[in-house]
């Protein structure tokens, strides 16, 4: 089994900066994926980023490239995405997910999901 433990969302103005990251534990793998999704309310979850902890490949939404950027710290198993010029349509609830596989999915087709963290951007 593997851990996915979120931290670092919260309430922002438009135009503002925030950082989330993402902690997992427990079973490893030599390769895989993080990915970011979020889910806002009353809408179907969505592709955010992901990125290939072995090769650093990244993959963006259209909605979020240019503004936000993900990594990772291998060592650490932990994934960040760092989000700049945010918006009030970036509010969600984002969600960190692990897909055992080298390639980048867009689907939500993840074989592990955190919990979710809360992002709310203020107009």
């Known amino acids: 089994q593997v851990q996915l433990v979120e931290s670092g969302g919260g309430l922002v103005q438009a135009g503002g900066s925030l950082r989330v990251s993402c902690a997992a534990s427990g079973r490893t793998f030599s390769r895989y994926v993080m990915g970011w999704f979020r889910q806002a309310l009353g809408k179907e979850r969505e592709f955010v980023a992901a990125?290939?902890?072995?090769?650093?490949?990244?993959a963006y939404s259209d909605s979020v490239k240019g503004r936000f950027t993900i990594s990772r710290d291998s060592a650490k198993n932990t994934v960040y995405l760092q989000m700049n010029s945010l918006k009030p349509e970036d509010t969600a609830v984002y969600y960190c997910?692990?897909?055992?596989?080298?390639?980048?999915?867009?689907?939500?087709?993840?074989?592990?999901w955190g919990q979710g963290t809360q992002v709310t951007v203020s107009s």
């Open positions: 990125i290939s902890m072995s090769g650093g490949i990244t």
């Open positions: 997910a692990v897909k055992t596989s080298r390639v980048i999915v867009t689907t939500p087709f993840y074989d592990y």
